[in-house]
């Protein structure tokens, strides 16, 4: 649903804080919003979204490469 909001040029951050909200331990949803967010160069806010993923799943490798990539962007 993010990526319809997306191709019919509608924000899907709201929703997706919105199904974050209600399901905080949902994997993809914490990962398409930081993805979102990364894209939007807001990597600041993306840093928290990873990593409750990465609570969920720490066995997914990728994550820890974006974890790393958005932590240098944030500037930390």
């Known amino acids: 649903l993010a990526r319809q909001f997306q191709d019919s040029g509608d924000d899907p951050v709201p929703f997706l804080k919105r199904v974050q909200q209600a399901h905080p331990r949902d994997f993809w949803t914490n990962v398409q919003l930081a993805e979102v967010l990364v894209d939007r160069q807001n990597p ?32 930390r």
Request: charge should be positive.
């Open 44 to 75: 600041g806010d993306a840093l928290r979204y990873f990593q409750a993923a990465l609570a969920t799943r720490p066995q997914t490798a990728t994550l820890y490469r974006h974890l790393g990539k958005t932590t240098t962007q944030a500037g």
